[in-house]
């Protein structure tokens, strides 16, 4: 990673996050959706993994427009976030136990990028970018309707309402 100096150079790392998360989650989310159990959830998650394409091909054309290269940086947040899904699979078994923990760790990286995504809006709306504030926004509401999804399934698994 090359200096931050100033705070383009912060929102162009923490961009280039986003845009390595996604590409994280692109490789894991389909051993999760296929270690799940619930049908539900397996929507969720496919849901997501269409929306995370989309945020990459969304960030990579910002990057484009600000004459930047997306590639670069490491999400380090998201990798040991998904090395913890990587570590529930291996001790939990298929079933609702397992479900609730997939829901769960894709909750906690969906957290991460609410967060990441939320700081580059306040940026983009500090620098009046209204395209950039646009797709961001989008981005931005996309992740936490997944939030309010994995919130609703998991207590749907943990009541016993979703098979």
């Known amino acids: 990673m090359k200096s931050v100096e100033s705070f383009e150079d912060l929102f162009l790392e923490q961009l280039r996050d986003r845009y390595d998360a996604a ?3 692109a490789e894991m989310y389909p051993k999760l959706q296929q270690a799940t159990t619930s049908s539900t959830l397996q929507r969720i998650i496919q849901e ?3 929306s995370n ?3 990459l091909e ?6 484009t427009t600000m004459g930047e290269q997306p590639d670069g940086e490491q999400c380090e947040g998201t990798q040991g976030l998904i090395h913890e899904a990587h570590e529930l699979l291996d001790y939990t078994q298929s079933g609702n136990i397992r479900d609730v923990g997939i ?3 894709v909750q906690h990286i969906n957290h991460h990028d609410i967060a990441g995504y939320s700081g580059c809006l306040v ?5 009046k970018n209204q395209k950039m504030v646009q797709v961001l926004q989008q981005m931005l509401d996309e992740e936490k ?3 309010e999804a994995l919130k609703k399934i998991v207590a749907q698994i943990i009541q016993g309402q979703d098979s």
């Open 23 to 25: 590409k994280q989650q």
């Open 48 to 50: 997501d993994i269409a």
């Open 53 to 55: 394409q989309s945020h």
């Open 58 to 63: 969304k960030l990579a054309e910002l990057f």
């Open 103 to 105: 829901a769960m760790s």
């Open 123 to 127: 940026y983009a709306k500090a620098n």
């Open 145 to 147: 309707a997944t939030d």
